[in-house]
């Protein structure tokens, strides 16, 4: 159990940061830049293009019934990192 005062630094820690889509704890001024920067990326032309051609890969494919669990996993983190991007380009500012 840890001390009253490193519970309040935990707490403190927890209060300024936030967890984000891909899990990690992080500022929400961090988040905002990333999420800035994923937009700005990804929102062009060639960034919907790209998109298009990474749910093509992930989202969009299906693997045979004689799959390995290794394959499957695989797959399963390759769609978990476009989720994250998709959520970040969704995500609208609340301030």
Known sequence: MPSNR???KINDLQQSH???FDGFLRSEQAERSINKTVKALMLSPDGENFMAYLRS???NTA???TAT???L???EGQRRLYGI???RLNFKETE
């Open 69 to 71: 669990d290794a394959e």
């Open 73 to 75: 996993r695989y797959l």
């Open 85 to 87: 991007i998709e959520k």
């Open 6 to 8: 490193l519970q309040e």
């Open 18 to 20: 936030k967890n984000s």
């Open 57 to 59: 890969i992930t989202i």
């Open 63 to 65: 693997l045979p019934a």
